[in-house]
């Protein structure tokens, strides 16, 4: 093997430095026409569409659509799951029909020549709206007099559950030290800086969609328009071309999106909607708006014997179709504690409905708000022993030797390597020296705090999660492999490119799977007329999944090679290799690939009789064991505090993480410090605000802070690598282990250095108000 | 989003400029990097955009004791000139914390002024500066309005809605005064939570705040305990500020931090002199 | 394609060296006259209130927020955009973006490398710190900005060297 596990840079990004990218704005339809959409601006209110007709007759305008409109091409959707078995979800539409259940809901749209004379128009349908109570307080959602997310309910609880294992009981009985914290966690978003948007166009002729989208899993929504319009799934084409960053937020079902395809099915010409920052703020997908309330025992050891938690997590007013807003919050449960040892585990989880946008799964869904529970709960723990809190974590890791370890949860985790990845991490920090320093600068009057989480991340999940639960995910891949005449070779994968690189890991391994040059594997992707079905680009999944299949299509197209080679130089296929685009024997080269390709596809007469090569192979790769695969690491965070101004800047931070086979290091490292600084952002920034009357306050990139390079620290990354044994490539998911666990080594870093002032912070994101209320200075 | 339809005109000279904004429902379009985000997220609706980046308004002098910047002097050519080092030093320490590189190479002095953001920087160096600033209409020609009587309120300020702002004009700074502009912001380029400018002479004092209260105005009782020489008195004197009151940012939490960056700007102050 | 009574302006000027002269609605930003009716589809829109930097073009050797800007204010200006940016400076920052992995999605990309290039103009030795200070206006959501600092530093150190 000689590229894969090379830091080489991602060919794809030639185009992108150059401005050459092809994002979905950046084409354009003969004949488009630009749809805006008239959005609910009360959080929960009734509706009546009294007239349209001036907006209609605004010069330019070219539709004015309503939900009554879209019912004849549109079925409206309801989220349903076997993970979550009773939940309550009302159905979904397109447009809201008499009710809006959340601000930004978007009730009518318009299609004209240009987006601003859309929006001119939006402004002029008439509407009565009928305000009804709104609730959008988690804390007060589940009380009884607290009003219905939709009307007609009677409960504003759409789901709950018990995860336990063990005698949770008997552990905090036996304890000597019971440790407990109540954290909030405001919701954050994705923002990803390409906005959604989506370009439809309907052929009536042929009733065939063609729908160019910034999405993260094509096969995926392909399915969904095609069940929802009523096309043939054969006649739906999903492409999606550059995607400017996903994080999650672009793999979901949104309204407004749907009702561009609907509205191009009924107008039969091409329709695009590309979400202003304002609106997208307003309409993407939210994430993490929990409130735990969690013990953990520890004996008198210092060992854990259980936890004991109660979530409260937002959902919105809808369950996420089609994976279920749930999934977050039994993510977060399944996360909290796995690195360590324990035999008892209650967990219990409250989904609850509320009148905001629904939250959804986004970039290491639920681990943030698990880690940074457990991690503080350790914290805690070492803290009240007296005890260094790494010490403390070093005794409670689970043992390679212990593996596979199930878990009272029942995760199963297997190959894991916290012993190796705490050393690398001490290594990397020298801490008896920066434990020197830290003293000397809190001796200088400096609020100084150092903060560690360690963390398991549940990635590339396989067939057992969605299918089980009946949702239509996707957790196989395929990757299609043709030997050009040229000898090029184009790939086709069923993986998605959204700027994490996946496609760059493909074709190091296709290189080494066939032996020919990076350069010489074309990727392609995310294209449903071109790729075969499969998973897209979630939950880490490009290198462990899209890898497997990358791999053996790689082979199989050897194996042809060197059997379409053998017949023609009149040898055994075993006596020949393949390097560098030359068909090799023990002499040297023999013949390039390009020739080959060339004979078999120009002269096939120059063939023995019997030999037809398949110079197009495929593979697809089901993995049949391990519902996920886990993956671990630790985090170390240096953060100052202004105590005066209750300012943190994070000072340095560190990641040793363990993902298994790296196929491009390069790549794997800008996954973990994106991650790091998205975690960083969730920890001291970002925040979906809203008002007391349920007016969103963060609708703004002035008003959702996101973290920018001024703040940020360097980042410093080492890898563990333990490969997965039960794939060939052994490579895990890399992409969220960062954002993971940031937040905890924040948090953790940030009560160190106000412990000394007597103060202690248990809510995200810690604000400079946060920090002033804990230190006194701020009532 | 995009704007609501404008009509659009770009005067030659100060006198067309001045009859188009007689007009109803006109605004001054200068840098554009206030006015052009309200318009396209809508908040902003002019009915005519009055264009004055042609006018011959960008110029910085220094004469007669008399710094003269030009309404249209962008953030970046006011940030690097030596004659606003030399007769402003205020200025530059604030305008290096003024939002960003691009934005700092089209908004001009004479926007941020206008607009009166409670949260700007330059109209509390403007008070502390004690400026003077000039402004002129078609139908009652130039008037000069010293800034203590320019800032109003919330986004509120002496212009007349015909009225555009020329200039403004510093009396250089004097023997034996220092200055300092401390803010502290979430991120770098944020606007500021809370700022001080200070102006410190012999026996005497400007003090203004921004992010604080919502129309920027000099603090006296504060200026009279600087002056008396009683720091502790001036800090405490902020207390009582007319503080903005939000979800984010409390009253409280603005009187703090006014109260902290006053402290350190008096100690930043006493730190350059012990240098010097 | 626009409706009969949308008010528009002639406008002249040069955009990556070659001249043009056509009418431009009133309310169309530089930026999205830029990439719908130029067809120069390398500077982005990622916020249309001037805060993410993505729409940074170049007006008369300056950079500025193209969403912040009208079309019809490009009148007798000389624009460039990052496909037209061929100094050395843009050169260098886009070959060291692409080998420093100092981008991800490259939506942010363009209006960074135009933003750098502006820095290492004027100061062509920065600090890791008045990189991250230069490039504070500039948002990228997925490298975390170290590997942009190091592309930047990378060029102003070669260029030091020259």
């Not at chain 1, 324990?342 to 967990?347: D, H, P, Q, T, V």
């Not at chain 1, 297997?414 to 705490?422: G, I, K, R, T, V």
């Not at chain 1, 130089?569 to 390039?592: K, Y």
Request: glycine letters at 10%.
């Amino acid at each position: 093997m000689t590229h894969i596990g090379q830091p080489l840079p991602r060919a794809a990004t030639a185009r992108l430095v150059a401005g050459r990218g092809s994002y979905l704005d950046d084409v354009s339809a003969r004949g488009e026409v630009h749809a805006a959409f008239l959005r609910s601006p009360y959080p929960h209110a009734g509706f009546r569409i009294t007239g349209t007709e001036a907006a209609r007759a605004l010069p330019g305008v070219v539709a004015v659509l309503t939900e009554a409109d879209l019912a004849a091409v549109c079925q409206p959707w309801q989220t349903k799951t076997g993970s979550a078995p009773g939940m309550v979800s009302p159905p979904q539409r397109a447009l809201a029909k008499d009710e809006a259940c959340y601000q930004g809901e978007p009730i009518a749209m318009v299609l004209a020549l240009s987006r601003a004379v859309a929006e001119d128009a939006a402004e002029l349908v008439e509407v009565e709206w009928q305000e009804l109570p709104a609730i959008t307080n988690l804390a007060a959602a589940l009380e009884a007099d607290a009003p219905p997310a939709h009307q007609g309910l009677t409960s504003n609880l759409a789901w709950s559950t018990e995860l336990k294992g063990g005698d949770i009981e008997a552990a905090f009985a036996a304890a000597a030290l019971v440790v407990e914290d109540r954290l909030t966690f405001t919701r954050s978003t994705g923002v990803t800086l390409e906005p959604r948007g989506v370009l439809a166009q309907y052929n009536p002729a042929s009733q065939a969609l063609e729908v160019r989208i910034s999405h993260q899993m094509p096969h995926q929504l392909q399915r969904h328009l095609a069940d929802l319009l009523g096309v043939p799934l054969g006649r739906v084409r999903v492409i999606c071309p550059d995607v400017g960053g996903g994080f999650g937020l672009k793999m979901h079902v949104y309204p407004d999106e749907i009702a561009t395809c609907a509205a191009a099915r009924l107008l039969g010409r091409p329709v695009r909607f590309v979400a202003d920052r304002a609106e997208a703020l307003l309409s993407d997908i939210h994430a993490r708006e929990h409130i735990v309330e969690a013990r953990m025992a520890v004996d008198a050891e210092g060992r854990i014997l259980g936890f004991d938690v109660q979530d409260v997590q937002g959902l919105g007013a809808y369950s996420i179709f089609p994976r279920s807003s749930t999934t977050e919050g039994v993510s977060a449960l399944r996360s909290l504690g796995a690195p360590y040892r324990f035999s008892a585990y209650r967990g219990r989880l409250r989904s609850v409905l509320q009148n905001k946008v629904p939250t959804g799964q986004y970039r290491s869904v639920g681990h943030p708000v698990g880690i940074a529970v457990a991690e503080r709960l350790v914290d805690l723990a070492a803290a009240a022993r007296g005890e260094d809190p790494l010490e403390f974590r070093r005794r409670n890791l689970v043992a390679q030797a212990e593996m596979p370890w199930v878990n009272p949860l029942g995760a199963r985790m297997a190959e894991l390597s916290h012993q190796q990845c705490l050393a690398k991490l001490e290594a990397l920090l020298d801490l008896p020296t920066l434990r020197t320093e830290i003293a000397a600068m809190r001796a200088a009057g400096r609020c100084i705090g150092l903060g560690f989480a360690s963390i398991v991340e549940f990635t590339a999940t396989g067939p057992e999660g969605y299918g089980r639960a009946g949702v239509l995910v996707a957790a196989v891949d395929t990757v299609v492999l043709s030997l050009e005449p040229s000898g090029e070779v184009t790939a086709r994968a069923s993986i998605s490119e959204i700027g994490q690189g996946t496609t760059q890991g493909l074709a190091q391994v296709v290189s080494d799977a066939l032996g020919v040059a990076p350069d010489q594997v074309l990727m392609g992707s995310g294209d449903t007329a071109t790729t075969p079905h499969g998973g897209g680009a979630w939950a880490s999944r490009g290198a462990a999944i899209g890898g497997e299949a990358a791999w053996g299509a790689g082979r199989k197209l050897r194996a042809e090679v060197l059997a379409a080679a053998a017949a023609l130089l009149q040898c055994a296929p075993e006596t020949l290799d393949v390097r560098d685009g030359r068909i090799t024997d023990a002499s040297g080269p023999r013949m390039t690939l390009a020739e080959l390709a060339e004979t078999v596809t120009f002269r096939g007469y120059e063939l023995p009789a019997g030999v037809q090569p398949q110079l197009t192979v495929a593979h697809h790769y089901r993995r049949e064991q391990d519902t996920a695969l886990t993956t671990n690491g630790f985090q170390a965070s240096l953060v100052e505090i202004d105590a005066e101004t209750g300012i943190i800047t994070p000072l340095r931070h560190w990641a040793v993480g363990d993902c298994g086979r790296l196929l491009n290091p390069l790549l794997v490292e800008g996954q973990v410090r994106g991650g790091v600084v998205q975690g960083i952002g969730e920890a001291l920034f970002e925040a979906c605000r809203y008002d007391e009357t349920g007016q969103f306050l963060s609708g703004t990139l002035a008003d959702y802070l996101l973290p920018m390079a001024g703040e940020m620290p360097d980042i410093t990354v080492a890898h563990v690598e333990t490969p997965y044994s039960g794939s060939v490539l052994g490579a895990k998911g890399a992409g969220e282990a960062g954002t993971a666990g940031a937040p905890a080594a924040i948090l953790n870093a940030v009560n160190d250095a106000l412990a000394p002032h007597g103060a202690s912070v248990s809510e995200l994101p810690v604000t400079p108000g946060v920090v002033l209320r804990a230190l006194g200075r701020l009532a | 989003m995009k704007p609501a339809r404008f009509d659009y005109a770009r005067p030659a000279t100060l006198a067309e400029a001045l009859a188009l904004l007689a007009q109803p429902d006109a605004a001054v379009l200068a840098g554009g990097q206030s006015l052009m985000p309200m318009m396209n997220l809508r908040v902003a609706r002019p009915a005519l955009l009055v264009d004055i980046n042609r006018l011959p308004l960008g110029e910085i002098t220094l004469a007669g004791g008399t710094l003269r910047i030009g309404a249209l002097a962008r953030h970046a050519e006011v940030l690097a000139s030596p004659l606003v080092a030399l007769a402003a030093p205020l200025l530059p320490q604030a305008l290096a914390q003024v939002a960003h590189a691009a934005i700092r190479n089209r908004g001009t002095l004479g926007g941020s002024l206008s607009l009166a953001d409670p949260a700007a920087e330059l109209p509390a160096c403007m008070l502390a500066l004690d400026a003077t600033l000039v402004v002129a209409s078609a139908a009652r020609g130039e008037r000069r309005i010293p800034a203590g009587a320019f800032f109003l309120g919330l986004y509120s300020t002496a212009l007349a809605s015909d009225e555009l702002l020329l200039a403004a004009e510093l009396p250089a700074a004097a023997p034996g005064w220092r200055f300092a502009f401390l803010e502290v912001a979430r991120r770098h380029g944020d606007f500021a939570m809370a700022g001080v400018a200070l102006a410190l002479g012999p026996n005497a004092a400007r003090l203004a705040l921004c992010g604080v209260e919502a129309g920027q105005r000099r603090q006296p009782a504060a200026e009279a305990a600087l002056a008396a020489g009683d720091p502790a008195a001036a800090i405490a004197a902020l207390a009582s500020t007319d503080a903005m009151d939000s979800p984010e940012l409390s009253a409280a939490h603005r009187r703090h931090l006014a109260q902290v960056l006053l402290r350190r700007a008096l100690a930043h102050l006493e730190a350059a002199d012990a240098a010097a | 394609m626009l409706p009969p009574d949308e008010p528009t302006a002639a406008i002249a000027c040069t955009v990556n060296g070659q001249a043009i002269r056509t009418q431009v609605p009133l309310r169309r930003s530089l930026v999205d006259w830029l990439r719908h009716d130029v067809g120069l589809t390398g500077s982005h829109v990622g916020c249309e209130h001037g805060v993410c930097g993505a729409c940074h073009v170049r007006v008369d050797g300056l950079v500025v927020r193209g969403c912040l800007m009208l079309a019809v204010q490009a009148d007798g200006a000389a624009i460039e955009t990052i496909e037209g940016a061929a100094d050395a400076l843009t050169l260098a920052l886009q070959q060291a973006f692409f080998e420093k992995a100092a981008l991800q999605c490259g939506f942010c990309t363009p209006g960074m490398i135009l933003q750098a290039a502006e820095l290492l103009a004027a100061n062509p030795a920065p600090s890791r710190a008045e990189v991250r200070e230069a490039l504070s206006g500039n948002y990228c959501r997925c490298t975390g900005y170290q590997p942009i600092v190091d592309a930047v530093m990378a060029v102003g150190a070669a260029l030091h060297a020259k």
